[in-house]
């Protein structure tokens, strides 16, 4: 299970039901009225071809719409891959130069290496030797990049929503032109007349819904990717940063015994008053 979800498989099973839908509709939309003597032109080339004669802006911008969203879902799900956001790799590089206390050349790999480990404490190293300082430059980084991943996908999701959208508007317009035939028919047009318009409304409709199903359902997958990486990131950062976190300062009482040898600090004595200090005169 953990090998699927991060192979490229599933980019191939996509674009297989895809391929599918569109040919299991046009093959059910061609055969639909098969035992009728003389089919109508549109039933008989099939959907596709419905499609094709009856281009128009609309289904202009859902085809260029369908591309970028096809782009988008193939670029998730390519880069969204722990081998490519957190690889082992450069994690174990980091734990070695760590281990050996070359922090110089750490910072110079982590300013370097894009991955979401090295950008995240990149920004921490260069606030040593304060831990706090540290921390919180790590968590700003993380949080940066996590939005940065989300803002990446987020155009599926604005895509998926215009599909309906844009098949509204299709279907809006093909019931405008069939009412149009109507009226030129004077009220008695025949159903074939009709057709033309109501055809390119339920043509709309289809391509609006055949955008907005694979974008929605990648978005849906490649956000939940996103959070488990990102969380899975964060917490590399953490036990590394443990690891070169600085020494604490010790104890004042300590370092003050350590002045004189065998030296040990007086507890206080309750109820002990302090010698008054002598104010010296005002001048007059």
Do not use: W
Request: with cysteine; glycine share 8%.
């Amino acid at each position: 299970m953990r090998r699927y979800a991060t192979s490229k498989l599933r980019i191939g099973l996509l674009l297989a039901l895809c391929a599918a839908a569109v040919f299991i509709a046009s093959s059910s939309f061609a055969q639909a009225n098969g035992g009728a003597t003389e089919p109508p032109k549109a039933l008989r080339q099939g959907l596709l071809q419905m499609l094709i004669s009856n281009v128009d802006f609309v289904s202009i911008t859902i085809g260029l719409l369908s591309i970028t969203g096809l782009t988008f879902i193939i670029q998730g799900f390519i880069k969204i891959r722990a081998a490519a956001l957190i690889p082992e790799s450069s994690t174990e590089h980091i734990r070695e130069l760590i281990g050996r206390r070359e922090f110089k050349e750490l910072i110079d790999f982590t300013e370097n290496d894009p991955s979401f480990v090295s950008r995240a404490l990149n920004p921490a190293l260069k606030r040593a030797p304060s831990f706090s300082s540290m921390k919180e430059a790590m968590e700003t980084a993380v949080a940066e990049q996590t939005a940065e991943q989300f803002r990446k996908i987020e155009y599926l999701n604005i895509i998926g929503n215009l599909g309906p959208l844009l098949g509204l508007l299709g279907t809006v317009l093909g019931m405008i032109y069939a009412f149009q035939d109507l009226m030129r028919a004077g009220g008695d047009a025949k159903p074939a007349e009709l057709a033309g318009g109501i055809s390119i409304a339920l043509g709309h409709t289809f391509l609006g819904l055949f955008l907005a199903i694979p974008c929605l359902a990648a978005f849906g997958i490649q956000r939940t990717m996103v959070d488990r990486l990102t969380t899975q990131g964060a917490l590399i950062s953490e036990e590394l940063l443990l690891l070169i976190k600085p020494a604490e300062a010790k104890p004042a009482a300590a370092s003050v015994a350590s002045i004189r040898p065998g030296a040990t600090p007086q507890p206080a004595i309750p109820g002990a008053r302090k010698a008054p200090v002598p104010v010296p005169p005002m001048p007059s």
